[in-house]
Nanobody
Framework: QGQLVETGGGLVQAGASLRLSCVAT????????TAWFRQAPGNEREFVAA????????YYADSVKGRFIISGDNAKNTVSLQMDSLKPEDTAVYYC???????????????????WGQGTQVTVSS
């Protein structure tokens, strides 16, 4: 299945920006959809953003809409998440995930995805 490797996390102040990248090794993003999820301590993993490869349609959680942008480059096997105007509540481990096919469960459910990266920590201080 290959692996997904996330990079770009870090510690920033509120209002700053970060850009996360997810690179696929030994596989391609020529799958159905690639997404970013995040998980804060004590919380369930929650959907952040996704891109559907067939038409490049993007999806966003309401909490990040207007602040985050997901983009993909299939030729480089890379998906990025540009995060602007970061807030302390954005603090979490961010995961990249790939869905190889469409499923009945919605695009914002972790159960819709087949392969996951190891995650990268994003910490936003107030």
């Amino acid at each position: 299945q290959g692996q997904l490797v996330e990079t770009g996390g870090g510690l920033v102040q509120a209002g700053a920006s970060l850009r996360l990248s997810c690179v696929a090794t030994a596989r391609t993003f020529s799958s159905y959809r690639t997404a970013w999820f995040r998980q804060a301590p004590g919380n369930e993993r929650e959907f952040v953003a996704a891109i559907r490869w067939i038409d490049s349609r993007t999806y966003y959680a309401d909490s990040v809409k207007g602040r985050f942008i997901i983009s993909g480059d299939n030729a480089k096997n890379t998906v990025s998440l540009q995060m602007d105007s970061l807030k302390p509540e954005d603090t979490a481990v961010y995961y990249c995930a790939v869905a190889d096919r469409n499923r009945v469960v919605g695009f914002n459910s972790p159960r819709a995805y087949d392969v996951w990266g190891q995650g990268t920590q994003v910490t936003v201080s107030s």
